[in-house]
């Protein structure tokens, strides 16, 4: 038996549970875990995300990042051996192997990859969901270099990677986020931060972007916010929701493209986001890194909006 953060059923509150450790099979990776990254999607799936479309089992081990070492690899795989660091997306059917938990297994075809040798586990941990989606995210626009990129919910996991990923590839970078957040966003290469205030963002990013913005990704307004931020973009450019704010048709009444990222975690994906790292342009920022035990509390801190980049469990 092996300790997990879990749920009983779809909505139960999250806690500390002894789960069996799960079998291996033939396709997969078992994977001594070192950390979870921590992501809304986690709770989101015990909320019941995909209830009704996946098959899922209980108790339910939240956690889709991870990082650790393969202890045992079935017999038919091949991208991985033995006492590999790897790291990744590990989410698949039925859902509920998760990563809150010192031991899982994974399918070799999931998003996993060994882990850069200049990745710390921490951080390897921390960047596969939220980078991959903000990756993906900013390669919707097409070629970046001189363009500007309107980030909203930038102080989160997703649009802390967006910032650096932004300022990697080469956008001018403006943040929206609360006051707290500006000085670590800018560290991470935000080259203008505004505090969203009531009412007020879209004049406010105007007059730093006159022209209007070339790509917004937004991480947290509902269709109505979503729709009056895009008026930050000048036409012809693209507004980029990952919570499913823009509407159908692909297109907002200013002549701004709109569109819903849903991520499609993939190896390739993946190894994209490690080439960053490899090549030093982006640093992963953990800023924090708590036990087990303390996961049910940071659930909590992140459904109320309060989390603040990446958080890490420590297995
Ligand atoms: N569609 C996809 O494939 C996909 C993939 C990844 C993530 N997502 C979704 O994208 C969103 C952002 O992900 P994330 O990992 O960056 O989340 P996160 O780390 O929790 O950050 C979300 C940020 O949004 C802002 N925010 C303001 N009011 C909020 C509220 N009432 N509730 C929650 N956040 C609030 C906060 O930043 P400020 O203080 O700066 O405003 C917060 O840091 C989540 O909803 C996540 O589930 C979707």
């Given amino acids: 038996?092996?300790?997990?953060?879990?749920?009983?059923?779809?909505r139960a509150a999250p806690r500390l549970l002894e789960v069996p450790v799960p079998p291996t099979g033939p396709n997969e990776l078992r994977v001594r875990l070192e950390f979870a990254g921590m992501n809304p999607l986690d709770w989101k799936i015990a909320d019941?995300?995909?209830?009704?479309?996946r098959p899922h089992l209980f108790p339910l081990i939240l956690g889709v990042d991870?990082?650790?070492v393969v202890e045992e690899a079935g017999a038919d795989v091949r991208r991985f051996r033995l006492g590999e660091r790897v790291f990744g997306s590990f989410l698949h059917d039925p859902v509920g192997l998760g990563t809150y938990t010192t031991t899982t297994v994974v399918p070799e075809s999931n998003a996993v990859a060994p882990v850069p040798a200049s990745l710390g586990a921490a951080e390897a941990a921390a960047l596969p969901t939220a980078g991959m989606t903000a990756l993906a995210g900013l390669e919707t626009a097409g070629p970046s270099a001189?363009?500007?990129l309107l980030i909203a919910g930038a102080s989160g996991g997703v649009g802390s990677f967006a910032v650096l990923i932004g300022h990697a590839l080469g956008f001018g970078v403006v943040a929206l986020a609360r006051p707290s957040s500006h000085a670590r966003l800018r560290s991470l290469g935000a080259?203008?931060?505004?505090?969203?205030?009531?009412g007020a963002a879209v004049a406010q990013v105007r007059a730093e972007l006159p022209a209007g913005a070339d790509l917004l990704l937004d991480l947290m307004d509902g269709p109505e916010a979503f729709g009056r931020l895009a008026g930050a973009v000048r036409t012809g450019g693209l507004a980029v929701s990952t919570i499913g704010a823009a509407p159908p048709g692909g297109r907002?009444?200013?002549?701004?493209g709109a569109t819903n990222l849903n991520l499609a975690p993939s190896p390739s994906l993946l190894e994209r986001l490690g080439r960053l790292v490899v090549d030093r342009k982006l640093a992963v920022p953990v800023?924090?890194?708590?036990?087990?035990?303390?996961?049910p509390a940071a659930i909590s801190d992140s459904r109320a909006g309060r989390s603040s980049g990446k958080t890490v469990i420590r297995l």
Avoid at 252 to 256: F, I, R
Avoid at 287 to 295: D, F, M, P, T
């Fill in 191 to 198: 080259d203008r931060t505004i505090d969203p205030g009531p």
């Fill in 252 to 256: 907002l009444p200013n002549g701004v």
């Fill in 287 to 295: 800023e924090r890194s708590i036990s087990l035990e303390e996961a």
């Fill in 66 to 68: 991870g990082a650790g």
């Fill in 48 to 53: 019941g995300l995909y209830e009704g479309r």
């Fill in 146 to 148: 001189g363009r500007t």
């Fill in 1 to 10: 038996m092996v300790r997990a953060v879990a749920v009983p059923e779809f």
